[in-house]
């Protein structure tokens, strides 16, 4: 009993030793559980930071991709731009196109209609040249004398008539006289009609005649064997000629050429039509001294030693009018006449409302050569590896044309202007890629009211893309300027120079990859330049020597040197809403006084020295000068 009891106490006294163990046990678990929670709240917190890193670099990553993205739609929505409008471009030329086909073939249904039935067949058997009465089948006339056959065949064509010269070489001694309502056609280059030596004269010619035709034929004017005379198509004052799918070689002077008078309408509604003029003495295809209203269409001329095609008259002469040049190619006319002007393409002097429709220029002294002419139009087409690929005139417009690589040693650019005024450059491209020496793309030189819009300019070599020399009143507008050669060779963007020049507005433009400044203003008073978005150059906008200009809303980054820079006199300055990293006043020559440079997004706002009076306000995040 004694036993059980001790075994009741001895068990009752080992209680609290099981409890404390149990504590003990509950307490280590507890630690435990809040062990392994601060461990896995240290776990969590790391991940919760990795995560968060994590996030904010892709957030970086997507607003890189973002503004790449936009960059991409951006230029997406510029090349869809120049899409519809080349698109537009080449509508407008078809409709050009299909207009001069229908005038063609208004006109040879006029000219058919003129024609009598009665027609010759020339022909040549060995030295002899016979002319075949087609309706009697009788030899009219016969000769060794080519020019007397044919002579005579028109001369008997009262009421006009056709002549046809069948395949041979033909010699003349005298010119092909035509007369009112004759058709003239051979059977391709292979009627020749060659011009003695000495003949010193025409192959055709006419004299205020109508509704006459020439096809299908060459002409030979043997200019080293003349001494006088033009040598090839000299027509003066005739209406409704159509020159069709001729060749003419070696004239002395001209190839074709239709003249006018002081007579209004003397020369009018004349067509030159697949023709080639090689090798011409001075001009290949010319409508002169108030003709009005020619055409030529997809003629090819080359060699000529002033212009390839020509639209030319004197001052005391009337004015050519209307002149329409649609798909010809003018090609390596350098010969050596000497005058100015020479070794064009194409030459308008005293012409009004003249269009050079989707025509080509290329190794020529000149492209397109505007003289003291109004309205001049020059639309599409390609203007490659000339001296100069245009050189306008008052009231010219240049619209969606390819200009590229010209070379003159003297003036090396592709428009090059001096001293004319409201000429439009728009929706081209213009270039300078393969040249190595100094190469603008736009040189003008005391120039007013141009307006340079919407073009795609690139590649100067060693110098600017777009140069302004003592130019008042200019408008440079949306053009994408940049460089995108391996090695960057363009100097400057757009670069404004001359005591004289005023007024120069630049706005809306995109300039990249300039080695120097993407828009520099040297002695340029009263000039805008807003909204532009410019990257990656030496500087982004330099104002120097020039009073009271505006800088507004431009965006500029990636600079190798300043953002924006204004030094020695650049005086009453107003530079607001920016957003730009650098903008810094360089006194260091002369004080820049009177700038107020006002709610910019600005980074660094320095200066070297100080001005006067120069006005400081709301610039973010920086604000102190």
Known sequence: MQDAHNSLGYGVRKMPIIKIKAIFLVTGLVLCVFAGYGVALMVYRSRVSELT???FEKDAQISYLQSSLNEALLKIATLNSTLQDLQAQLSSTQTELDEALAKITSLETQLEKAYVNQTYVIFKDDSTIYARNGITGVIDWSSTDASAVINACIGNLTNGGKIFIKAGNYSLTTPITVEDNILIEGEGESTLLHLGSGADSHVFFASQKNNITIRDLKVDGNKDGQTDGHGGIYLTECKNTLIERVTVVNPRIFGIAFFGSTTENASINNIVAYSLVKDAGWNGICFNAGDRYGLVIACYVTGSSDAGISVFSLSFLEPVIGTKIVGCTSESNWGNCGAVNSHVGYEVERGNDIEIVSCNAFDNSVGVWVGDSNG??????????????????DYTTIKSAYLANSNNATNPANIFAYQNKEVTIKDCIIEQTDLTTTAYNIYL?????????GNIIKNSYNA????????????ISNNHIYDDRLTVEMTFGI???GSNTNRTTIYENVIENTTTTAIYIQNGDFTDIMNNRIMNTGYGVSLESSLSSTILGNTISDTAYYDLVLSNN????????????EIYLDHSTSTCDYNRIFGNYVTDLSQDGSGTENSVEYNYPDNTL
């Open 53 to 55: 890193s994590n996030i």
């Open 445 to 453: 030189h005391e120039c007013q009211k141009y307006v340079i819009d």
């Open 570 to 581: 650049a005086d009453r300055t107003y530079i607001a809403i920016n957003h730009v990293d």
């Open 376 to 393: 001049t139009q020059i639309l599409g087409g390609i203007y490659k590896d000339n001296g100069n690929a245009i050189l306008p005139n």
């Open 495 to 497: 670069h404004v120079f």
């Open 464 to 475: 600017s893309a777009i140069y302004l020399m003592n130019a008042i009143d200019c408008i």
